[in-house]
């Protein structure tokens, strides 16, 4: 059924009338609703986008066995629909005909919110994938809980660094000065500050390789011996038995001897090394021994206390009592109390321990008599 109205007696078409009264060409000609119409197709272009290209990658992650795939396309939601965004912000830029310098900072700002939006994810998705990797320590040995800061900050640098440079690339600025001039200063740097970049290095090392932990007892080639109680990037906190606190750079330690007494079980064995006369009865002595070892609370019963015949010395016969302790930071009080009781223990059941005696010959001169 047609529409018609008359006018004067003539008909007139509705069609010819829309056509009059709104020019669709002369739309798209218009600079801010070509602007408009852009910007609303770059939203829609990137929903479309991020909606086609999640479906597509957690298709692809759904086959896998691992979750790090799934998170890593999670991160990635809102990167792909600002990217795709920003994209037809900056091209709708190009269609005001703006007068300069307004384009330049438009088209700079777009690139910059584009930067730093990438930036906060690729940091996201490189705490994910270090996480993943400390999670398989079987695999991936260097990469575990302790030095997951450590790795953390390397990707976070990294990823700033990058951002860094593609913020003056944004900007039409040229990096090649900057890139020498930067070279020539790092070189400057590594030569005033090369022992300060050693002990940073051996800190790495020392966190990667993990000699010794937080609360490990540790005995370095200087012969300082103490409690590990820090392990800082330039350099370990050791606090000794008198409570002094030594720091030691971690350039010595690496290069040095290490040895923990901690590791790879918390014990520490004691040696009491005793000497008897040949009269004695070495069965009693090894009775006695082993009495005051267990009599001793702070002595381990497994590994169990254990006496050892070591040798014939010169005046007397040697033996040696082994046990073991909790914690080596007993070492010395428990040592003591052993030395004490082995020497009493010995006096009441007429053990003698005996000391070097000497017998001194005096010959007269040849020829003179003796008074």
């Not at 994209?87 to 700002?109: K, N």
């Not at 039409?172 to 930067?182: C, E, P, R, Y």
Request: proline share 5%; hydrophobic share 50%.
């Amino acid at each position: 059924m047609g529409v018609c109205c008359t006018c004067n007696g003539s008909a007139i078409d509705p069609m010819a009338v829309f056509a009059a009264g709104v020019d669709l060409a002369g739309l798209w000609v218009n600079p801010v609703i070509r602007y408009i119409l852009i910007v609303v197709g770059a939203v829609l272009a990137g929903l479309l986008f991020d909606k086609l290209v999640a479906k597509f990658l957690l298709m692809l992650a759904g086959k896998t066995e691992t979750d790090l795939d799934d998170k890593i396309v999670e991160v990635l939601h809102k990167p792909i629909f600002w990217s795709v965004f920003l994209g037809g912000a900056a091209w709708a830029v190009t269609v005001l005909s703006l007068p300069s310098p307004a384009p330049y900072f438009l088209e700079g700002t777009i690139k910059t919110a584009a930067v730093i939006i990438w930036i906060s994810a690729l940091s996201k998705v490189g705490s994910i994938f270090l996480a993943w990797l400390s999670e398989r320590q079987d695999r991936f040995k260097v990469v575990q809980p302790r030095t997951m800061p450590l790795f953390d900050i390397a990707v976070k640098v990294v990823v700033i660094g990058g951002g860094f440079y593609a913020l003056l690339l944004s900007w039409d600025i040229n990096v090649t000065g900057w890139l020498a001039s930067a070279g020539i200063l790092g070189l400057a740097i590594g030569f005033a500050a090369k022992d300060t970049l050693a002990n940073l290095f051996a800190g790495v090392f020392i966190l990667a390789d993990a000699p010794y932990k937080l609360g490990d007892y540790i005995v370095i080639q200087s012969g300082e011996r103490g409690k590990v109680v820090e392990i800082g990037m330039r350099s370990t906190r050791i606090l000794t038995r008198d409570d002094i606190e030594i720091v030691v750079p971690n350039s010595s330690i690496a290069n040095g001897k290490i040895i923990n007494e901690s590791g790879p079980v918390f014990k520490r064995r004691i040696r009491i090394q005793v000497g008897v006369s040949y009269d004695s009865d070495i069965d009693l002595v090894e009775r006695v021994l082993l009495e005051v070892a267990t009599g001793n609370a702070d002595v381990s019963a497994e590994p169990e206390p254990r006496v050892r015949f070591r040798s014939f010395g010169d005046s007397s016969l040697d033996f040696e009592l082994l046990v073991w302790v909790a914690d080596p930071e007993w070492r010395g009080r428990v040592q003591h109390e052993l030395n004490s009781a082995v020497f009493k223990a010995f006096k009441a059941a007429g053990v003698e321990i005996p000391f070097p005696q000497r017998d001194v010959h005096i010959i007269p001169p040849t020829g003179q008599e003796e008074s």
